[in-house]
């Protein structure tokens, strides 16, 4: 892929984890800023999927009120969680 293609793709990403609550904003951004450019094609494939997810189901996953069915999904939202939550 070349750089410019990655750029595309990573500012599109970054817009994609704008969303309509504070705190999803500020957990999906610092993930992306920080992580997205490591991921495989893969996990970006399924970090892509996630973004599609609405709002309020993205906050209880990852705020602990529900947990996900999809296996791929609950890895994304355990990736994410772990890589922006400081270590105690």
């Given at each position: 892929?070349?750089?410019?293609?990655?750029?595309?793709?990573?500012?599109?990403?970054?817009?994609?984890?704008?969303?309509?609550?504070?705190?999803?904003?500020?957990?999906?951004?610092?993930?992306?800023?920080?992580?997205?450019?490591?991921?495989?094609?893969?996990?970006?494939?399924?970090?892509?999927?996630?973004?599609?997810?609405?709002?309020?189901?993205?906050?209880?996953?990852?705020?602990g009120?529900?947990?996900?069915?999809?296996?791929?999904?609950?890895?994304?939202?355990q990736?994410?969680l772990?890589?922006?939550?400081?270590?105690?």
């Open positions: 892929m070349t750089q410019t293609l990655l750029d595309t793709e990573f500012s599109r990403v970054r817009w994609q984890c704008r969303r309509g609550m504070l705190e999803l904003d500020t957990l999906l951004g610092e993930f992306v800023e920080q992580h997205y450019c490591s991921l495989s094609q893969l996990q970006r494939k399924h970090f892509h999927a996630i973004l599609e997810y609405p709002d309020q189901m993205l906050f209880d996953y990852f705020f009120n529900s947990i996900p069915i999809d296996k791929d999904v609950a890895d994304v939202i990736w994410i772990q890589a922006v939550t400081p270590a105690p």
